[in-house]
């Protein structure tokens, strides 16, 4: 239940965040007093901002249980806050549109995952727990099938955000839509209510069936200082640091994406001939940088099990320099990107060259 929720919040947002809601409901795009193409390229990353927050959550949750449970409660307590989030969303989200706030609402948006982040923290750490039950010949199903629910569960509200928000409202205005538009849709702030209502079923199945795992072995609880100790020595290898490069790596080359493709998808509407043309060309150029920065970066993965486990015991590598240097390249790389994330999304900072702007 906990990952079919999550399929579907996920399905949502990142189907849809940037079109139909971010382009057209909030836009049209580059209007004034509407969305601008910063905001649309950044939506995404902003809303789901709190998964990269996954360590810290971890580090408390496992340490601290909740009504007496150490992941059902927690897992129950994430769910109730992140849907009575989206309840008071559907009800604000017809009049952030109309004032053009799509700020606000990727901020409320941010709320909804980063209480959602509890339950997800603490249902990993009970698939993990699960799956040491699980025999050798059988051990990784329960994380298979969850995973299988969520990615159906994502299937599930693609099929139900097109059906439901394919009508006029969620199409650019004066755009003929080539009888692509259908007649019926849901308004903006009821296609939260069935997000909601997918959700709910969902909920009411972890409070009835949910139960914590039993114990196996002796407890692993650790105080904040062990805990930091251990990061802190994994942080030294050369495994750790070739993992950040390879991330970077992955995020700036491998998964290169095209910042214009809003603009062309805005343009295209109307010029159809043009916007194939362009879209063509831009998909073959960034596809080409994918396939060959995935070869890149690959260098900087270990090929297999047994090389990753020498480097980690690699005592060349293992040295507070290392460490220093993770800390340096993937703490300033998540600096930098969250806060160009922020200066992107509102209206007062968009303006700036590192936001994209042409200067304020």
């Given at each position: 239940c906990q990952y079919a929720a999550i399929g579907i919040v996920t399905g949502f947002v990142y189907n849809y965040l940037t079109l139909p809601l971010c382009q057209y409901m909030f836009g049209p795009m580059g209007a004034p007093g509407r969305t601008s193409v910063q905001q649309c390229d950044?939506?995404?990353?902003?809303v789901t901002l709190p998964w990269n927050l996954k360590l810290f959550y971890g580090v408390f949750l496992d340490r601290v249980g909740l009504l007496g449970t150490r992941?059902?409660?927690?897992?129950?307590?994430?769910w109730t806050l992140a849907l009575v989030e989206l309840a008071a969303l559907a009800a604000l989200a017809p009049g952030l549109a109309d004032g053009?706030?799509?700020?606000?609402?990727?901020?409320?948006?941010?709320?909804?995952?980063?209480?959602?982040?509890?339950?997800e923290v603490s249902a990993e750490g009970m698939t993990v727990e699960l799956s040491k039950l699980e025999p050798p010949e059988a051990r990784g199903h329960t994380l298979t099938t969850c995973q299988m629910v969520r990615f159906a569960a994502d299937i599930v509200m693609s099929v139900v955000g097109t059906l439901t928000m394919n009508g006029k409202s969620y199409y650019p205005a004066g755009g003929s839509g080539d009888g692509t538009?259908?007649?019926?849709?849901?308004?903006?702030g009821s296609v939260h209510l069935a997000v909601l209502a997918l959700c709910l079923p969902c909920y009411i199945g972890m409070l009835v069936w949910l139960q914590d795992p039993p114990p196996v072995g002796k407890d692993e609880a650790h105080d904040l200082a062990a805990v930091a100790s251990t990061v802190w020595k994994i942080m030294k290898t050369k495994a750790f640091l070739f993992l950040v490069l390879y991330s970077i790596g992955m995020m700036a080359v491998a998964a290169l994406s095209n910042p214009a493709d809003n603009v062309i998808t805005v343009r295209g509407s109307a010029l159809h001939?043009?916007?194939n043309g362009q879209m063509a060309a831009a998909t073959r150029f960034t596809l080409c940088v994918r396939i060959a920065g995935t070869f890149l970066v690959s260098a900087f993965a270990p090929q297999d099990r047994k090389e990753c486990k020498a480097w980690l015991e690699d005592p060349l590598w293992r040295s507070?320099?290392?460490?220093?240097?993770?800390?340096?390249i993937g703490g300033g790389a998540f600096a930098f990107s969250t806060a160009v994330c922020f200066l992107s999304i509102f209206p007062s900072t968009m303006c700036l060259a590192i936001a994209g702007g042409a200067g304020c």
């Amino acid at each position: 239940c906990q990952y079919a929720a999550i399929g579907i919040v996920t399905g949502f947002v990142y189907n849809y965040l940037t079109l139909p809601l971010c382009q057209y409901m909030f836009g049209p795009m580059g209007a004034p007093g509407r969305t601008s193409v910063q905001q649309c390229d950044i939506a995404t990353e902003i809303v789901t901002l709190p998964w990269n927050l996954k360590l810290f959550y971890g580090v408390f949750l496992d340490r601290v249980g909740l009504l007496g449970t150490r992941r059902k409660g927690w897992i129950v307590l994430g769910w109730t806050l992140a849907l009575v989030e989206l309840a008071a969303l559907a009800a604000l989200a017809p009049g952030l549109a109309d004032g053009g706030h799509f700020a606000t609402y990727s901020m409320l948006w941010m709320a909804v995952c980063a209480s959602y982040m509890f339950a997800e923290v603490s249902a990993e750490g009970m698939t993990v727990e699960l799956s040491k039950l699980e025999p050798p010949e059988a051990r990784g199903h329960t994380l298979t099938t969850c995973q299988m629910v969520r990615f159906a569960a994502d299937i599930v509200m693609s099929v139900v955000g097109t059906l439901t928000m394919n009508g006029k409202s969620y199409y650019p205005a004066g755009g003929s839509g080539d009888g692509t538009v259908f007649p019926f849709e849901l308004p903006f702030g009821s296609v939260h209510l069935a997000v909601l209502a997918l959700c709910l079923p969902c909920y009411i199945g972890m409070l009835v069936w949910l139960q914590d795992p039993p114990p196996v072995g002796k407890d692993e609880a650790h105080d904040l200082a062990a805990v930091a100790s251990t990061v802190w020595k994994i942080m030294k290898t050369k495994a750790f640091l070739f993992l950040v490069l390879y991330s970077i790596g992955m995020m700036a080359v491998a998964a290169l994406s095209n910042p214009a493709d809003n603009v062309i998808t805005v343009r295209g509407s109307a010029l159809h001939d043009v916007y194939n043309g362009q879209m063509a060309a831009a998909t073959r150029f960034t596809l080409c940088v994918r396939i060959a920065g995935t070869f890149l970066v690959s260098a900087f993965a270990p090929q297999d099990r047994k090389e990753c486990k020498a480097w980690l015991e690699d005592p060349l590598w293992r040295s507070t320099g290392v460490g220093l240097l993770v800390i340096a390249i993937g703490g300033g790389a998540f600096a930098f990107s969250t806060a160009v994330c922020f200066l992107s999304i509102f209206p007062s900072t968009m303006c700036l060259a590192i936001a994209g702007g042409a200067g304020c």
